[in-house]
């Protein structure tokens, strides 16, 4: 007679628990228990806002896939990474059709420097949904695919930079190749720091982030020196010019929101507790 194993119920401390073995008896079938924030490691419930709907803690890869089926609280960071994604990936083979039916003499140095950017998103929203999704693996392996996280966001970023140096500068090969290596340098260097176990401490916080402001703003240098080259026109229909500031605009917002939240947090917590105190002097 076949055994029949099942997943244990959860620990208190969030772990799961191994069934018994050897057992013939067929156990009864749990169901998937989401745990709040009290119940799970202070690594895991980092936000204070966030007070239910965590997976529990496994260390298991195939245990953290399986839980893609109940909806938790990191549900909707894996869809919204996840099918984008997808768009980018198919949108790869779109350009390739469109560019082959409607540009047959381009070049394939045309093509790829389009393809780049969309390959570059790809591997940034699939890491991504992949860290969503492993962050109730475990200590070390959550905070090697933030790091790999981090790392997939610069990426993306220079790779937006690299189709937008190429269509502003198509005339200009030797500047081409200058600001790629600058924006190149850059990347590799703050990839470098974002990985870099000594400055993963809140201690170094804004220094993180100043490395992804200092990456997203570098794209402003060659604009600003094609502005002095070509009439704005000119750049605005070649490059896409306020393509690209709308882009800025959502980088720097995207970093306020994300320097902001710890304070915003205390916030939170301090209008909670009054809002508590008050309701316990009224019940009195």
């Not at 045309?110 to 780049?116: F, G, N, S």
């Not at 070390?140 to 610069?154: E, F, K, N, T």
Request: net charge positive; charged share 10%; glycine share 6%.
């Amino acid at each position: 007679m076949a055994l029949y194993q099942r997943l244990a119920p959860t620990r208190s401390d969030g772990s799961w628990s191994n069934p018994a073995k050897g057992s013939a008896v067929k156990q009864p079938k749990t169901k998937y228990r989401l745990l709040v924030a009290s119940e799970v490691p202070s690594w895991y419930a980092h936000n204070s806002f966030i007070r239910t709907g965590y997976r529990p803690v496994n260390g298991s890869v195939r245990l953290c896939v399986n839980s893609l089926r109940v909806i938790h609280n990191e549900t909707v960071n894996i869809c919204s990474h996840l099918i984008p994604a997808g768009i980018a990936l198919a949108s790869n083979g779109l350009l390739h059709l469109y560019f082959c039916d409607r540009y047959p003499t381009a070049s394939m140095v045309d093509q790829l420097a389009l393809h780049v950017y969309l390959t570059s998103s790809v591997v940034c929203f699939g890491i991504s949904s992949t860290y969503h999704t492993l962050l109730c693996h475990s200590e070390p392996c959550s905070g090697l695919w933030a790091r790999l996280d981090y790392v997939a966001i610069i990426l993306q970023t220079v790779g937006s930079f690299v189709s937008g140096i190429y269509v502003t500068f198509y005339c200009e090969p030797c500047l081409q190749k200058l600001y790629w290596t600058m924006t190149g340098a850059l990347g590799l260097l703050s990839s470098i720091i974002l990985v870099s176990p000594q400055f993963q401490s809140s201690r170094w916080r804004l220094f993180r982030l100043s490395t992804f402001v200092a990456t997203g703003l570098s794209g402003l240098l060659p604009i600003i020196h094609a502005a002095f080259i070509y009439p704005f026109a000119q750049l605005n229909q070649q490059a896409g010019l306020g393509y690209y500031l709308v882009e800025g605009l959502a980088l720097i917002t995207r970093v306020i929101f994300y320097a902001v939240s710890e304070p915003v947090a205390r916030i939170g917590a301090a209008e909670r507790k009054a809002i508590s105190n008050r309701a316990n002097r009224s019940q009195t």
